[in-house]
Each structure stands twice: as structure tokens, then as C-alpha cells.
């Protein structure tokens, strides 16, 4: 069948596309969050973040567009006893996550002091916490949501940390160029041109199914 996306200027787009993309498996059906999130393109981001969770004592992880927990990355990690807050813009995929939670076995697993799944947009109001995780949500996002994401969501009281992780790119303006609708995908740097964040800075990358970098900002 015809792929049909929703283009931006409808209201719920972002919820229709992603909808579109879970029920036809269009990532892959195995880790139905997609390549980036199985458990052998994550290895050296999931040691990364432990530690980096550790070293900086957080105690709270809001994770927007956490994307299936019972198939992505997020299980075969240690969370170091963080409360944890996973968002996303699929219902069913929100439901399934929260099923999942609400057996305290795996949170016990996973190193989970407390976790809930919300629904909720990236680019809307998120819930506050100690550290905002985005990882391999942007890029599928339009400039308009990007920009609506920075604005309310980092220069934040809400974090003391933002960290976003996307494929690496050139440094070049890619999006002052082209852009997207809201499920598709085209990678980009924060700190380039139409964004210009420039408070983030490079912490950590590797090669997953793509070349990823991991960039932080910090209040």
C-alpha cells in the first residue's frame, strides 16, 4: 500500500504518522522502535549513559519519544535508580509501555526506582525532572516542532540537563534548506542554522546504525 503522511499543518500529525509507523512495522518489527534502538546498536551508549548517570547523581530521567520499551534499548539497561517518566506520542505504544512498568519485577530489573508512560508531544509542555533525554526523536520532526521543542523545553527551569542524541551529520545547514513532515527523517546539528543551540556541546558518540552523537546542554 501507499505510504499516505499526514503533512504538518493538520493538527495531530505528528500522532497519525507515528500511529502509521508502528501498526505497519515500518521500522522493523523485532525492535519496533527502529535499528537504532535494538539491543546490539546500543551497547556503548547504554555503558555511556550509566555512567553518566551516575556521575552526575540524577536522580530523575524524563525520556520524550522513549519509542516501545518492550522491545527497544531501554530494557537491557541499568538505570541506576533513577524515577523515570517515558514519553510518547502513540497511545497503544504509551499503553504497552505502561503494562510493562507495572510489573515491579522489571522494574527491579532495570534499575528503576519508579516508572510511568505518558502521552505527549516532544514539542509541547513536557513533565519536569533533572535530565531530559531525546534520543533519535528530532530528526523525524519538522523545523517548526524542533524550534517549539527548544523553546519550551530547554533554557528550562524545568532540567538541569537536556541531552539529545541523533545520527552525526557535516557540519552543515542542512534544514535551512529542506524540511520534513513529521515521521520522516532528515538528521541535522542542533547548533547549526535554523536552530543555533549553541550551548550544546558534543559528550559522547559511536557507531550504531549510524554514526550518533550525543549532545548535552546544562543549566
Not at 8 to 25: H, K, L, M, Q, W
Not at 82 to 89: A, C, L, P, Q, R
Not at 109 to 133: K, Y
Request: charge should be negative; charged fraction near 25%.
Amino acid at each position: 500500500d501507499a505510504v499516505k503522511v499526514v503533512p504538518d499543518t493538520v493538527p495531530g500529525a505528528s500522532e497519525a504518522n507515528f500511529s502509521r509507523i508502528y501498526a505497519r512495522e515500518e521500522w522493523g518489527a523485532d525492535a519496533r522502535s527502529g535499528l537504532g534502538s535494538r539491543e546490539e546498536t546500543t551497547r556503548e551508549f547504554r555503558v555511556f549513559l550509566e555512567s553518566f548517570l551516575r556521575d552526575h547523581s540524577v536522580r530523575s530521567v524524563v525520556d520524550a519519544g522513549c519509542g516501545h520499551w518492550p522491545s527497544g534499548y531501554q530494557r537491557f539497561m541499568n538505570w541506576q535508580g533513577v524515577h523515570y517518566t517515558g514519553i510518547d506520542v502513540v497511545p497503544y505504544v504509551v499503553a504497552e509501555n505502561a503494562a510493562y512498568f507495572q510489573d515491579g519485577h522489571n522494574l527491579a530489573t532495570h534499575g528503576l526506582s519508579s516508572a510511568r508512560a505518558l502521552c505527549g508531544d516532544v514539542s509541547e509542555q513536557l513533565p519536569p525532572a533533572e535530565l531530559l533525554l531525546v534520543k533519535d526523536v528530532l530528526m523525524h520532526l519538522p523545523n517548526r516542532a524542533v524550534h517549539s521543542f527548544l523553546e519550551k523545553s530547554v533554557n528550562s527551569a524545568k532540567y538541569r540537563m537536556v541531552m539529545l542524541v541523533q545520527n552525526e551529520v557535516p557540519p552543515v545547514a542542512i534544514r535551512d534548506m529542506v524540511d520534513i513532515e513529521p515521521g520522516q527523517l532528515l538528521s541535522f546539528d542542533v547548533t547549526k542554522p535554523p536552530f543555533n543551540a549553541l550551548a550544546f556541546e558534543a559528550v559522547f558518540r559511536w557507531k550504531s546504525d549510524e554514526p550518533k552523537v550525543a549532545q548535552l546542554w546544562k543549566r
